[in-house]
Structure formats: structure tokens, C-alpha cells
């Protein structure tokens, strides 16, 4: 069979017909999941910062543990605070202390 | 009409929203996706003519853009680019689907005409109201490059330069490819001319 070969068409309004249905054409309208996977995007990379940058996370974990034993034992040393037992130190207590309590021999 | 890249405001207002998403914003981001969301996904499901393959490849090019977000150089539009990553995607799909897309198969198509028997389709009986599944059924018949050509500037309506871009291809040759998709597309309608002329 031969295929019909039509003449091209050349007549200006049936041009500008064509080029007004073509921008007439609508878009498409993307899914909620689709907007929501595009959307989302966005807010994994903003809860990675967040995830990083909270005082809970990964980052500031041991500076927060840290300043929070300060804080306790700045704490535990004021509220039980004892003068100590003596003033100076005096050459037994530092003998005793460097090389431990003496027995004496029976 | 020719544009300085560095002095078109769309490219500095782009890369100026590009920047904001490459420090996280949200909001800019989100401003992005829904200018630019349904018109990739128009070209994605046109090139594909499937919807679910379309909204993957969508959904893909918008992943590669917020990767692309921290390196983004003030060259081109954003929806240029979205347009150059869709169309390079959607072409992989189909050649997967249908082996190698070449321009032989192009080129076959060229000496194609409609055949006679479409002519006594029932579309040819359908109203007004039905111009646009006309111009669908003509679209979706058209080879994929003339297809690209024709959706990238008068639906999407890139300037021939930007559609150049997208299609990897110089002004002149973007130009005449345009030219040919067109008369192509007249030729395929031309049975129903009556019909889309409305009388």
C-alpha cells in the first residue's frame, strides 16, 4: 500500500492555530508522592544539619557530657565543701604519701 | 535574540536561588520545585508516555539538581538545565525500552507520511473539544528528537537558543530541527486541519 503523502501545509493561520494549542497544551500535575520525594529532599539535608548541629547530637555529645560532670562536681564541692584537716603539710604526710602507710615491726 | 549569559537576570536570579538551596534552605528549594516540577515532568512523560517512568525520571533530575546545588555556576538557567538532564534520561529509558535511539531511526522517519487509513480514524470525527487529543496523538507520533524540538519551545518555551542547549545541538541546527519537527507535526494534522481550525 502506498502511503498518502499529503502537501505541506503552509497557510498561516492553520500556523497560528498550531502554535496557540501547542502553548495551550497544559502541564502535567506531579503526584503528592512525587512532590513529596522532591520536597523532601530538602528536609533530609536540613534534618542532617540539625542532627549534627543539636546539643544531643553527634557533635556536641561529649562537650555536653563534659560541662555537665563540671557543672556536677562544681556542685557536689560546693554543697559539701570540709576544710581540710590540716593547713601545711607536714614530712611524715608527705613521706606517707609518696611511699605509703609504714608498718612498723612488731 | 541574543542574551548575554552574565547579564540575563533569570540567570542571576537562578543562581542566586541555587545558592540558598546549596545552604539548605528549604523554602528556596521548595519555591524551585514547584515552579519547575510540572513542566519537567510534562517533558519526561511526553518523551515516555508513561506516567510512572515519568515521575521516576522526574524525581531523579530533581535529586541531581540538589547535588548539583553547592556547585552551581552562573551559566545557565535552572530550568535549562533541568530540561538537558530530563531529555538525557528520558533518552536512556527508551533505549532500554527499544534498544539504540539513533539518527538513522530518526532519519527514517523522515520519509514517513500518515498513512491513509489513519485519516478515517475516529479522531477525525472528533469535536473542537478534542483538539488537544489530537495534538497529543500528533505529538506522540512524532519521532523523539522532533518531539523534544517542538515540546522544549512551544510548549515549554525555551528560546531556540536554550533549546540548542538542551538538545546539545548549535542555534542553526536546533533551528532547523525545529522547523522540520513543525512541518512534521502540520503534516500529521493535516487531515484534521478542519477540526483545529474550528470550522
Known amino acids: 500500500m502506498t502511503p498518502h503523502i499529503p502537501e505541506p501545509d503552509t497557510d498561516p493561520r492553520f500556523e497560528q492555530v498550531l502554535n496557540q494549542r501547542l502553548a495551550e497544551l497544559p502541564l502535567e500535575t506531579p503526584s503528592h508522592r512525587l512532590r513529596a520525594n522532591v520536597l523532601a529532599l530538602a528536609e533530609q539535608s536540613t534534618g ?7 546539643p544531643f547530637g ?30 601545711e603539710f607536714i614530712g611524715s604526710e608527705t613521706i606517707t604519701l609518696i611511699f605509703g602507710p609504714m608498718e612498723e615491726a612488731p | 535574540m541574543v542574551h548575554s549569559k552574565q547579564h540575563d537576570p533569570s540567570i542571576q536570579a537562578d543562581a542566586q536561588l541555587m545558592a540558598r538551596v546549596a545552604m539548605g534552605d528549604a523554602a528556596a528549594w521548595k519555591l524551585l520545585a514547584d515552579r519547575e516540577l510540572s513542566g519537567v515532568l510534562l517533558l519526561a512523560k511526553r518523551l515516555l508516555d508513561h506516567h510512572q517512568e515519568a515521575e521516576d525520571v522526574t524525581q531523579e533530575t530533581f535529586t541531581r539538581l540538589w547535588r548539583q546545588a553547592p556547585h552551581w555556576r552562573e551559566e545557565a538557567r535552572v530550568r535549562t538545565w533541568l530540561y538537558r538532564v530530563t531529555c538525557n534520561l528520558c533518552l536512556d529509558h527508551l533505549r532500554h525500552r527499544h534498544g539504540r535511539i539513533t539518527e538513522e531511526t530518526f532519519a527514517e522517519g523522515e520519509e514517513e507520511a500518515v498513512p491513509a487509513s489513519d485519516r478515517e480514524s475516529p479522531l477525525a470525527h472528533l469535536e473542537r473539544k478534542e483538539q488537544r487529543h489530537l495534538l497529543d496523538a500528533a505529538l506522540a507520533h512524532l519521532p523523539v528528537h522532533h518531539r523534544t524540538a517542538v515540546l522544549l519551545v512551544n510548549v515549554l518555551g525555551l528560546r531556540v537558543a536554550e533549546a540548542a542547549q538542551v538538545m ?18 502540520r503534516l500529521l494534522l493535516l487531515p484534521w486541519r478542519n477540526e483545529l481550525l474550528g470550522a
Open chain 1, 48 to 54: 542532617e544539619v540539625h542532627r549534627w548541629w543539636w
Open chain 1, 58 to 87: 553527634p557533635l556536641w555529645r561529649p562537650a555536653f557530657v563534659l560541662a555537665c560532670s563540671a557543672l556536677l562536681g562544681l556542685g557536689l564541692g560546693t554543697t559539701w565543701s570540709q576544710t581540710p584537716p590540716a593547713q
Open chain 2, 168 to 185: 546539545h545541538l548549535g542555534d542553526e541546527a536546533m533551528a532547523s530541527l525545529l522547523a522540520r519537527s513543525r512541518q512534521r507535526l
